[in-house]
């Protein structure tokens, strides 16, 4: 595919939210990816422009759809709770869902369409674990609003919230392998999800997890 035009390496570095550099960070230079839910193709641009990947792209709004294309980028319109069955096994090396999971009405089939079709999935999803969420639930009993989860219950996309330890249990329960896992706050400090998973479920605003088939 032909590159995006040239864009300034430090607006671009600095213009990604901490969780989706992880995400940049877990995909090798060279990779065939594709980025579902890419928006307005921040992290495929970076991808495309700085590791060279073979990059693809779907996305469910017309508007960002035309955002991406604008940019050179290979971006289709699609809904991944349907459309990916639709691609071939193995047709990626890194399958991406960053911050997205919590809208699918179908998460496990969504992760296992991920792992069917690529080699490896990185996902990213606000963590409804976090020590905020949890003191303005007992605190005020009410639906908390956070820097990760901004709206309010009647008007936010999200439909299937989970914590981090919520997300290790269903990998688990899917036979997933998770490679990796981290946990990140507002200020981008990071911990990892493994022994101290606890405490990373209390502490991390997002997870973001790099998997691979089981088995």
């Known amino acids: 595919m032909n590159r995006p035009p040239h864009a300034d390496k430090g607006e671009l570095i600095g213009g990604l939210r901490p969780d989706m550099q992880l995400v940049a960070d877990m995909v090798e230079p060279g ?55 639709d691609y071939p096994d193995d047709a990626f090396d890194y399958v991406l869902l960053s911050q997205s999971l919590q809208v699918m009405r179908y998460p496990c089939e969504v992760l296992t369409q991920m792992l069917r079709i690529g080699r ?33 219950w009647y ?39 493994g022994r101290a998973r606890r405490l990373a479920n209390l502490l991390g605003e997002q997870g973001v997890f790099l998997l691979r088939r089981g088995g």
């Open 31 to 85: 990779a065939r990816v594709l980025d579902i839910g890419c928006e307005d193709g921040a992290l495929l641009r970076y991808l495309v422009s700085f590791k060279e990947v073979d990059g693809r792209g779907m996305e469910l709004s017309q508007a960002g759809v035309n955002a991406c294309v604008a940019q050179g980028l290979s971006v289709i319109q699609g809904d991944a709770d349907f459309d990916l069955a």
């Open 120 to 152: 490896k999935a990185v996902v990213s999803f606000p963590n409804f674990g976090h020590w905020r969420v949890r003191w303005h639930l007992l605190a005020k009993g009410r639906m908390p609003v956070t820097p990760a989860l901004p709206m309010s």
């Open 155 to 193: 008007n936010t996309p999200n439909i299937h919230i989970c914590t981090i330890s919520d997300f290790v249990d269903l990998c688990a329960d899917m036979g997933v392998v998770i490679e990796r896992g981290i946990a990140v706050d507002h200020s981008g400090r990071m911990g990892a999800v």
